[in-house]
């Protein structure tokens, strides 16, 4: 069967990582189409492991702030923003973000993911003195903050250019820009959900000129929107690519690649399709993992593909981490916007993430957005004979 073969083709890849069996898009679609779920997991774990071969599953004790709800971009599938104007319209003080700090810190927390929506009151001086006021009270936190769709609000309400923003932004004590705001970098799809956003090379540029500068990147994919197997590849393919391109030119690109589906509950996307195509939007804990494990393959030149607990649930990111995602996420201090969709499980302890680490067979172990490992205390010590570098599944 043409699946058999691809797959062992990606065994030897990953013995050899010779170009020649690099995953194609066309070959990729055919893993999704054919592929039993359980040999591309196995293909995936074992990418994983020859990537990864210390036994250890990072995590990350952080808090993401959502610093204003108020949005002008009117994305389909978000239940979180309110336009201006709306009663519910709020923008938090420097004082309200540095008391959520404060509370992190307190917890031995290294990094705030700080993210909010396109809004035209904020001027350039709010942004850089909330960072500088940031950096100067809190030295110790790792900045990750904003998205390109809000780096490019910037731009046109200062009438800046995006590298601009970056570079003052950056200066001010920006640490990191989150790859959020990516969802499907196809265009029809984008232009389903999220026209306002523009074109993705917009997203794709707005990341390139961060990491020209250096600043931590990430990369991300909603799926779920009725979108087809070649679209989702299409999407990887972007981000391939520009990770190559950054890689060579700056030696620096995107640390990690995180992806989870639409949450359909409550929001404009939803309920626009709700009773229609339901069996094509969404996307079931098997899909996920599947998507997962092809992420793993494909993007061979991006280090760590983290499970996404707070969409999927605890017990299958604890699958995920055998089926090539070696980062368990974070213990997401705070989260506001995929919660406002529906998702009802948004907060885990470090411990609870330490034993779904533990009973996947790994060692877990701290780190910053930069993913360097930091010291671990291990909280579920009765666990711990149950830690063993997993083996190698042969295809």
Request: proline fraction near 4%; glycine fraction near 8%; charge should be neutral.
């Amino acid at each position: 069967m043409k699946w058999q073969r691809i797959l062992k083709e990606q065994l030897k890849w990953t013995r050899s990582c010779s170009d020649d069996l690099r995953l194609s898009s066309s070959d990729a679609v055919e893993l999704y189409n054919n592929a039993p779920l359980h040999a591309l997991m196995r293909a995936a774990h074992a990418r994983r492991l020859a990537m990864h071969p210390h036994g250890e599953v990072t995590y990350l004790v952080d808090r993401n702030i959502n610093y204003t709800n108020v949005c002008t971009i009117n994305c389909q599938f978000c239940s979180f923003y309110r336009a201006p104007g709306h009663e519910e319209n709020y923008t938090q003080t420097y004082e309200e973000i540095s008391e959520r700090i404060r509370e992190l810190e307190a917890i031995g927390g290294s990094r705030i993911l700080m993210q909010g929506g396109v809004n035209p009151a904020l001027s350039m001086d709010w942004y850089v003195g909330l960072l500088q006021h940031l950096r100067k009270n809190h030295p110790t936190i790792d900045i990750d903050c904003f998205s390109p769709i809000e780096i490019q609000g910037m731009a046109a309400v200062c009438e800046m250019s995006t590298l601009e923003v970056l570079q003052q932004l950056k200066k001010a004590g920006m640490h990191g820009l989150p790859g959020g705001g990516a969802e499907m970098l196809v265009d029809d799809v984008r232009k389903n959900v999220s026209p306002k956003k523009g074109a993705p090379a917009n997203w794709l540029r707005v990341m390139g000129e961060a990491q020209s500068l250096g600043l931590t990147t990430s990369a991300t994919n909603v799926i779920g929107f009725g979108e087809d197997f070649a679209a989702r590849v299409e999407h990887m393919r972007k981000i391939r690519n520009l990770q190559a391109h950054s890689l060579k030119h700056y030696g620096t690109g995107f640390t990690s690649f995180i992806a989870w589906p639409v949450q359909l509950e409550t929001n404009t996307f939803g309920r626009r399709n709700r009773g229609q195509n339901k069996h094509v939007l969404g996307a079931g804990s098997s899909e996920y993992l599947r998507h997962l494990a092809i992420s793993r393959l494909f993007l061979d030149n991006i280090e760590h593909i983290q499970a996404s607990w707070p969409t999927m649930g605890i017990a299958v990111a604890q699958m995920a981490l055998l089926a090539g995602a070696d980062d368990a996420g974070s213990t997401m201090m705070e989260e506001n916007v995929v919660s406002a969709s529906g998702t009802t499980k948004l907060d885990a302890t470090e411990t609870e993430l330490q034993s779904s680490i533990i009973r996947a067979g790994f060692k877990p172990r701290r780190r910053n957005s930069d993913y360097d490992r930091l010291d671990t205390t291990l909280l579920v010590p009765e666990l711990d004979e149950l830690v063993a570098p997993p083996p190698v599944i042969m295809l």
